[in-house]
Every structure is written in structure tokens, then in C-alpha cells.
């Protein structure tokens, strides 16, 4: 290792040598049962905190206990059936637990200072900062945050699939000791998969893949080579911060068409919405009908996704609305399935089934 706050283990460079990895499970509102609060400010009630430690050190990456805590709900005590189909819980289990501000400082405790904060996909994140909110905390966490599922994807697969923890847990060949959809087991599941995935990258087994093989200089064209293994797999690049919901617009200048707008407007420099340093380009702009697309990179902030929407004055004269935005890593998928259009369609995109009678008319 080169320190102990940014360890290089075997070809791995870690943000910190601690990872905790959680799992919530929340009960949701019922349609017909009035609550005391909005289910558009608590879309979900936290019943359950899951979560596991894993370190690496010296002598390799370890995986702790479980931290596993019931939480007794205050607005949301009567259990959502489709959300008891899903995690086996009734409503008499939700008579027992502590109060959500007791059990989320015990496991705040027990996390200690320096960690990046992990989980499958990010929904919990978004349920996690409400509650917090409702309860009359601070929404901010305070830590970096990887998405294990889209880390899978990227190191096992090579693209940005969306897998359950089962698939990813049998693509790894980990054992299934216990049953899924209890937050500790959820959670000591993904440690696993982390800690699988770590130990596949040291022993060469895997390997990061570029998800970007595609030369930047033609967009739609891909690079002759095949994506070359860095000496050093940064997993910085892999972090977003999950107390960053920063996005910017501005409109173009007025054009006579969409082509001149975009045509423009692709050439300019982007800046992070952020922070305001100049972007460097992951996939440049492209262009599907009405609409352009593009990733960037910020040194500092991760990735930015940027939008273009034609828009029209009442002179008749175009112009472009454009919106950057950071977004976190697992939301790359639909730009990427965009550019996949893009690739196979050109600017006019997937052809559209037309309705008999109905005529679509050619854009600017």
C-alpha cells in the first residue's frame, strides 16, 4: 500500500480501506389509508437497516458481521401488501423496534469516520435522506457512495446492466446460505459480491472495461483496439457524491434551423454545473430528432449528463435548451441506450410506426 487513507492493493487504488455496505427495507403508504404526512415527502417508511463492513488491508479484503436493526414505523404502520409480498413481513412486525433517530445513530456509530458508503443500485439513498427529513435530521451523508450494482456490471459484464443481487450472487458462483429480501442479508450478500470482485480484479481474473469504446473524435465509431487494462484500477472514477444534486440551463442563440443549432452548440466547451471547471468528453454530443444527448467527466464531481431540446420562439426562429446535470454512475444506462439508437438509426432514430391517416412532418 502506498497510505493508509488511499490503498493500492494489487493493481486496486481504494478511496479509503473501509466499505460499508447497506441495505434498507421501508414499508410504503396505502392509497385508502390517510396518513399524517405527504407520500410525496415520505414516499417510503424505514423498517429495517442492514449493512456489513468490509476492509482492506495487508493481509486482504475482510468482510465483518452483519449490523441488523428493526425500526418500529410511526406513519406507515400498516404493512403495503405488495411490499409484504416482497420482503415476508406482516404488520404485527412493524409493533416491534426502535424509533428510526435511535437506530440510525447506533448504526452511525457503528460505521465510524472514514468509509465509502455502498448498496445495490441507489434507491435506498433517496428513501434514506426523506426519512432523515422527516424526522428533522440533515439529508446530508457525508460520504461517497458506490453503486455495487453498476460496479458488477462495468467489471463483470462490460456494460451497464441492471442485475439483481440473486444474478450477480450465481454469476460469481457465491454461495446461497440464506434466503434473499431481509436488509442484513441483502447486505451481506453485496459485501460479498464487493469482496468477489475485488479479489477477481487482484488475481487477474477480471478486469475494468472501458464502457466508452467508442472513439470520441467519431462518435458512432468504435475504437480498432480492443479496451487495454489499466495498470492502476481507480476506483474514485467508480464514487459519485450522494449530496450533490446539482444541474444548470441556458438557452442557445436563436438559429434558422435545428441542424445549425446543434451543429453549434456541439462544438462549444462544457463546464461542470458544480463547479464550473471544463468538462472532458466520455461521449460527445449526438443527435435523435428533437433532441441531443451527451457524458462528460469533471475531475472533481464524476459525471455529467448533458440535454439539448429544440425549442421554438414565436418568430419561428430555433433555438436549443440545454440542461447539464450530475448524474450518478447507474444513470449512464439511458444515455448509452440512446447512443446504441444513435449508432444503429442516425439522427432520425428508431424509425416510429405511423398511424393510418397520420403523417409525420420532417424537422428543421
Known amino acids: 500500500m502506498t497510505d493508509a487513507k488511499n490503498p493500492i492493493q494489487e493493481g486496486i487504488r481504494h478511496p479509503s480501506d473501509t466499505y460499508i455496505i447497506i441495505d434498507l427495507e421501508w414499508n410504503q403508504p396505502i392509497p385508502w389509508i390517510k396518513s399524517k404526512v405527504d407520500p410525496k415527502t415520505l414516499p417510503g417508511e424505514i423498517i429495517e437497516i442492514g449493512a456489513v463492513k468490509l476492509t482492506v488491508g495487508e493481509s486482504g479484503v475482510a468482510l465483518g458481521g452483519p449490523f441488523h436493526m428493526l425500526i418500529r414505523p410511526v406513519c ?3 404493512m403495503n401488501k ?21 437506530a440510525y445513530d447506533a448504526f452511525i456509530k457503528w460505521c465510524g469516520e472514514d468509509f465509502i458508503l455502498c448498496g445495490w443500485g441507489n434507491s435506498d439513498l433517496s428513501i434514506l435522506k426523506s426519512n432523515l427529513r422527516f424526522h428533522d435530521r440533515s439529508a446530508i451523508l457525508g460520504h461517497p457512495f458506490l453503486d455495487v450494482q453498476m460496479f458488477f456490471s462495468k467489471i463483470a459484464e462490460g456494460k451497464a446492466n441492471q442485475r439483481s443481487v440473486e444474478y450477480a450472487v450465481d454469476f460469481l458462483k457465491i454461495p446461497k446460505r440464506k434466503e434473499f429480501h431481509e436488509a ?14 475485488f479479489e477477481a480484479i487482484m488475481s487477474d481474473h477480471m478486469h475494468a472495461v472501458n464502457p466508452f469504446p467508442e472513439d ?3 462518435p458512432g465509431k468504435t ?26 440551463e441556458r438557452k ?22 458544480a463547479c464550473g ?3 472532458i468528453p466520455e461521449l460527445p454530443w449526438f443527435r435523435i430528432r428533437k433532441a441531443a444527448f451527451s457524458l462528460f467527466r469533471c475531475e472533481r464531481h464524476n459525471l455529467v449528463a448533458g440535454r439539448i431540446r429544440m425549442k421554438k420562439n414565436a418568430s419561428g ?3 436549443g435548451s440545454v440542461n447539464m446535470k450530475l448524474i450518478q454512475p447507474g444513470e449512464t444506462v439511458p444515455i448509452l441506450e440512446r447512443f446504441e439508437e444513435y449508432k444503429n438509426f442516425g439522427p432520425a432514430g428508431k424509425p416510429v410506426s405511423i398511424p393510418k391517416g397520420e403523417t409525420i412532418h420532417p424537422e428543421n
Open 76 to 78: 406507515y404502520t400498516i
Open 82 to 102: 405488495n411490499v409484504s409480498r416482497v420482503i415476508g413481513k406482516l404488520s404485527s412486525d412493524l409493533r416491534s423496534g426502535l424509533g428510526f433517530i435511535e
Open 184 to 197: 442484513h442479508r441483502d447486505a451481506e450478500y453485496t459485501g460479498r459480491i464487493l469482496k468477489a470482485l
Open 216 to 218: 470520441p473524435a467519431e
Open 223 to 248: 475504437a480498432d483496439t480492443e479496451p487495454i487494462r489499466p495498470e492502476i484500477i481507480d476506483l474514485e472514477r467508480y464514487l459519485f457524491d450522494p449530496d450533490l444534486n446539482v444541474h444548470a
Open 252 to 273: 442557445t442563440a436563436l438559429f434558422d434551423t435545428w441542424d445549425q443549432c446543434c451543429r453549434l452548440t456541439f462544438d462549444e466547451d462544457a463546464y461542470c454545473p
Open 277 to 279: 471547471s471544463k468538462l
Open 317 to 319: 426562429k430555433v433555438y
